[in-house]
């Protein structure tokens, strides 16, 4: 009756009544007996995940709209009814998470509530106690561990069906021992699983931790990066062996987004699958387990040993009872379909630890030793499933990027492709512009990206002239950086011209000149500012690398027609400037540059008179844009 009572609750709490709801489940995890408490705490928790999970889809990207986004939607209300029960924070902290030994399942559904409290609100109490983020950074690395330890994702599939043959073969069991036996593996299971949820919920404290610049200097000496490398680099490399196990994979193991149900990515759940396999191999004891006590209870009547599978098609009694049992312990314990699953989860925590600590100089080389760039391309592969993960996906490529091997060897794995046939959404508009930019700002990994065979330098201007009016403000600042930083590239010059982006760029220039001279008191337009900024900078790069092949091509081209041979009259200073390098190679538009242009015009009368009486189609463009 009272899962019964919890559950319409829950339903109050999403479809109407919000406030009563909430606050109905805050007074039960405080006041309730010690099982209503724990299904209170889970609840709730999983209120907030559901609606944070709708606010992500509806704005994209969290952290460009400011604060006070979330106030205005339902995760805002939920979480300030929250707020005001501030003691319940001190309660779950003191006795149910930092005890030396409290049950389990208190500290589960603790860790998942802080989680998934500061998921929204950030950095802050309890995650400033010493204590409690040694806890957590202690379970979270054990569970980290193991995941790594499980090399082979059929050992234990295999030793529970191995165990299941042999019980089936063994001498019957009494009814009472086989109930024993089916208890003891639904124990087990549920053992198992809140090991896996502590460890899970764990690390993602310690990446909301990190976000304190504090504790990242901190843990940046620490096994952290290392082995948050190695666990990526196992969960990606599973993806090979995804397709043929796939079929094979458990029901539960899918993620929720809001209302609707999604599968896991293929990697993540055969991922899940390696990690939790203790889980599966319980429930198959408890169904071998309760099979055996089908046959005994059949051997004891005189009856003939049943079948496993009826006429009908269905399982035994007893098998049916094992499995809800498992599955039923799954579910309180916060295991079932409406909740993401654990090693889905502890993806996106590992990759908001890269983003959190990838820049550090300390951080590359325990990436790098996991082979973390195939890691790093792989997460972008399997990322477009789960929007989530690919969101964090993004973070952790952008935050490496600072790395100039790393960028290299982003760009030689085919990192780019990867990162062009990406969906784009508002919740990718910033991560995939502000990885382009990232590879922009390295020259020599541009100069690999820039002699990538077509048609991607095509798709790469294209993408990023898409930037230009995207519906992400970052990104369309990303998209001006990016163009400032590589338009003396031939091969991205032409691109651009190809696919009118001069007028396109002047477009944006415009409306950020615009607004910034509204009148009246206009929002905060620092970004309007950096935004015009960076447009004209990069119009200026488009003048002067156009203004280098403008005097080469009257440099060489009429004197090649004439004469066959350049001309000697010219400076030597003149010749080195002129000279153009491959198309992968950049331009030399430096301020030195031009000047020594400017000198040669001066000091060379016929190159001069024909740059004043020669056609400048750059220039023209410019001026009918």
């Known amino acids: 009756m009272r899962r019964v009572m919890l559950g319409m609750v829950y339903f109050a709490c999403k479809w109407g009544n919000e406030k009563e709801a909430v606050r109905d489940l805050l007074q039960g995890a405080g006041t309730a007996s010690y099982i209503q408490q724990l299904r209170s705490v889970h609840h709730l928790a999983e209120v907030v995940e559901t609606e944070e999970g709708r606010f992500r889809e509806v704005v994209g990207d969290v952290y460009a709209g400011g604060q006070g986004l979330r106030a205005s939607h339902q995760i805002g209300k939920v979480l300030a009814i929250i707020k005001e029960n501030e003691h319940l924070y001190d309660m779950l902290s003191d006795t149910w998470i930092l005890p030396r030994s409290p049950p389990l399942e208190q500290q589960v559904a603790g860790l998942r509530l802080v989680l998934a409290t500061c998921s929204c609100w950030g950095y802050q109490f309890p995650l400033t106690e010493e204590e409690l ?66 460890a899970v919920y764990s690390l993602g404290l310690v990446a909301i931790a990190l976000t304190s610049e504090e504790h990242a200097e901190a843990a940046i000496r620490g096994p952290l990066v290392a082995a948050v490398s190695k666990y990526l680099r196992h969960a990606t490399t599973i993806s090979a062996a995804a397709g043929s196990a796939a079929s094979t994979l458990p029901t539960h193991l899918r993620t929720s987004h809001s209302s609707e149900l999604t599968a896991v990515p293929i990697a993540t759940a055969l991922a899940a699958a390696t990690a939790t396999a203790a889980v599966t191999a319980a429930a198959a004891a408890a169904a071998a387990a309760a099979s055996a006590a089908v046959t005994a209870a059949a051997d004891e009547a005189g009856a003939d040993a049943a079948d496993p599978m009826d006429e009908g098609g269905g399982p035994p009694a007893a098998v049916s009872v094992a499995a809800v049992a498992v599955e039923g312990a799954l579910l309180f314990r916060g295991f079932g379909s409406g909740s993401m699953c654990m090693q889905s989860r502890r993806l996106v925590y590992c990759c908001q630890i890269w983003a959190e600590m990838g820049e550090y100089l300390e951080a590359l080389g325990p990436v790098l030793h996991e082979h973390g760039v195939e890691s790093a391309v792989e997460l972008l592969h399997i990322a477009p499933m789960d929007s989530g993960l690919l969101f964090d996906s993004l973070g952790a490529v952008c935050s490496l990027l600072a790395h100039r091997r790393f960028a290299e060897l982003f760009v030689e794995a085919g990192g780019v492709a990867k990162l062009l046939s990406l969906p784009r959404t508002l919740a990718t508009f910033q991560g995939i512009s502000m990885a382009l930019f990232g590879l922009a700002s390295i020259p020599l990994a541009f100069e690999r990206v820039a002699a990538l065979p077509a048609p991607q330098p095509q798709q790469l201007v294209e993408a990023t002239l898409g930037f230009l009016t995207c519906g992400s403000d970052p990104g369309r600042k990303n998209a001006t950086m990016f163009l400032a930083a590589t338009l003396h590239f031939r091969v991205i010059l032409d691109e651009f011209d190809a696919q009118d982006g001069i007028r396109r760029l002047l477009n944006t220039l415009r409306a950020a000149v615009r607004l910034l001279r509204t009148n009246g008191t206009p929002p905060d337009l620092r970004l309007e500012r950096q935004l015009a900024f960076h447009a004209a900078a990069a119009v200026h790069r488009y003048m002067a690398a156009h203004l280098t092949l403008h005097l080469e091509g009257l440099e060489e081209a009429p004197a090649a027609a004439a004469n066959g041979v350049r001309r000697h009259a010219a400076s030597s200073a003149t010749d080195r400037m002129l000279t153009p390098g491959p198309n992968h190679k950049p331009l030399d538009v430096s301020e030195t540059a031009i000047q020594r242009a400017t000198a040669a015009l001066l000091s060379d009368t016929h190159l001069a008179e024909k740059f004043a009486s020669s056609r400048w189609k750059a220039l023209e463009d410019f001026m009918v844009s």
């Open 133 to 198: 983020l040694t806890k957590v950074l202690r379970w979270a690395l054990e569970g980290l561990a193991v995941c790594c330890a499980t090399t082979d994702a059929g050992s234990d599939a295999t030793s529970a069906a191995t165990a299941a043959a042999a019980l089936s073969g063994a001498p019957p069991l009494s009814a009472e021992a086989a109930a024993a036996a089916a208890a003891a593996a639904v124990a087990a299971a549920e053992e198992t699983a809140l090991i896996e949820a502590r």
